[in-house]
């Protein structure tokens, strides 16, 4: 394809909700569209790759696919095979492996000998500090499992993630993990869980293989949008940066990894083992277990938290007050702009999966698509 000057819809980012508006946009509506990203690869934060090893891993971090949506599910089915999944994490803190999130094998290991359901809520009950309207994490979190276990496995993991205390964070950071009664030691409960089977690069490759759709990489929106003309702009960036930081930049979370290549077969006994009172780091991850790779080697990634600044990637919006007033501003300018969409995690400053991502950019594309089809 030659390169164009003259598009339909510019869109900036190479993620989710770009790939899937581009999709959505050229193969629904007959649009013409330029998909850029300043990173030099694609599928955003959910890039993955084959390491000098063999190993297929998560540049930007561990992306465990799951969703209740059939609709999101049956759409990526045309441009993937799946890998069934069930994911477990385990957490290690006091010198051993425990069951997480908390679960009926995790109250046994406190205990030190075997119980029943109803023997561990009725323990849970006599913990928890009741509230009836949690307004933090903190408070959540003892109201449901009471300070022993807060300390254990919430506390000192949420001070590393965010260097802010719970108190200080919105009740969804941690209410986000389930506490269980039973056995069932799965990690996240959506119902349909499982990986791209080739990876979501390869995923991705698939999504974006359309003649009306030219990609870009390592190219800046402004840089482009100065040579190119179009009729609609889907943006899935920064919104405090589409601004120029009018009202002051948004804060956000950054992280980095450190992966090590091990000639050994596994390193750890799950996929996702989280450390919330030892180490700098807050998780390490080994990929083959999710993956299913089989290999004489492993790759694993220390995670650790990172404070963002300009130049860095921002991967988490700040789940406080402050944060929230200040992003409510943008979001005011945003709601009056006709020819853009905004979708994504980084412009509406919410920390979506990659499934509500790709449910908003179909739900966004049917709206704009109709629109923007010439008479
Ligand atoms: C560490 C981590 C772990 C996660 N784990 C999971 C998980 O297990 N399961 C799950 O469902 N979700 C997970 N997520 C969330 C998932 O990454 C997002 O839901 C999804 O990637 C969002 O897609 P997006 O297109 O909105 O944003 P992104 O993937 O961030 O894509 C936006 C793209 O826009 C590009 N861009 C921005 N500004 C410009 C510009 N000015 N010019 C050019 N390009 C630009 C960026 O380079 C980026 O590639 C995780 C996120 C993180 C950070």
Redesign the pocket.
């Known amino acids: 394809m030659t390169t164009r000057t003259d598009v339909d819809v510019l869109v ?8 899937v508006m581009a999709e959505r946009l050229a193969e629904g509506y007959g649009l013409s569209c330029l998909v ?4 030099d690869h694609l ?4 890039h993955d790759t084959t390491d000098a090893a063999g190993v297929l891993v998560h540049r ?7 969703t209740n949506s059939d609709r999101v599910r049956d759409y990526l089915s045309h441009f993937t095979e799946w890998h069934p999944v069930t994911y477990r994490a385990l957490s290690w803190t006091a010198g051993r492996y425990w069951s997480f999130p908390i679960n009926l094998e995790t109250y046994e290991q406190l205990v030190g000998r075997p119980a029943t359901s109803e023997e561990m809520a009725a323990a849970l009950e006599s913990w928890r500090v009741p509230c009836a309207r949690p307004r933090n994490s903190e408070e959540l979190v003892l109201s449901q499992v009471g300070p022993v276990l807060y300390e254990k496995f919430y506390l000192g993991y949420t001070m590393k993630q965010w260097r802010r205390h719970p108190r200080e964070l919105h009740p969804s950071v941690c209410g986000r993990i389930p506490v269980r009664t039973d056995r069932d030691d799965r990690y996240l409960t959506e119902s349909f869980q499982a990986l791209p089977a080739r990876g979501y690069t390869a995923l991705f490759e698939r999504l974006l293989r359309h003649p009306k759709i030219e990609v870009r990489l390592g ?4 840089d482009v949008a100065r040579a190119v003309r179009y009729r609609h702009l889907v943006y ?3 919104l405090d ?1 589409f601004y120029e930081e009018r009202f002051g930049p948004l804060p956000y979370r950054s ?1 980095r990894w450190e992966h090590e290549t091990l000639p050994q077969e596994w390193f750890q006994p799950a996929m996702q083992v989280n450390f919330p009172n030892d180490h700098a780091f807050t998780r390490i991850l080994e990929y083959k277990h999710a993956t299913g790779q089989v290999l004489p080697v492993t790759t694993i990634a220390r ?1 650790y938290p990172d404070d963002w600044r300009p130049g860095k990637d921002p ?2 919006a700040m789940p406080t007050p402050e944060a929230q007033a200040l992003f409510a501003q943008y979001a005011a300018l945003a709601e009056r702009e006709a020819h853009v969409s905004f ?4 412009p509406t400053y919410t ?7 790709v449910g908003m950019a179909l739900a966004e594309a049917d709206r704009v698509g109709p629109g923007l089809v010439c008479p």
């Open positions: 900036v980012g190479a993620g989710f909700a770009g790939a850029l990203d300043r990173r599928a955003g934060n959910a930007y971090g561990p992306h465990w696919f799951r190219a800046e929106w402004r899935t960036g920064r940066d992280l995670e991967f988490y979708v994504g995690r980084l920390n979506y999966n990659m499934d509500q991502v």
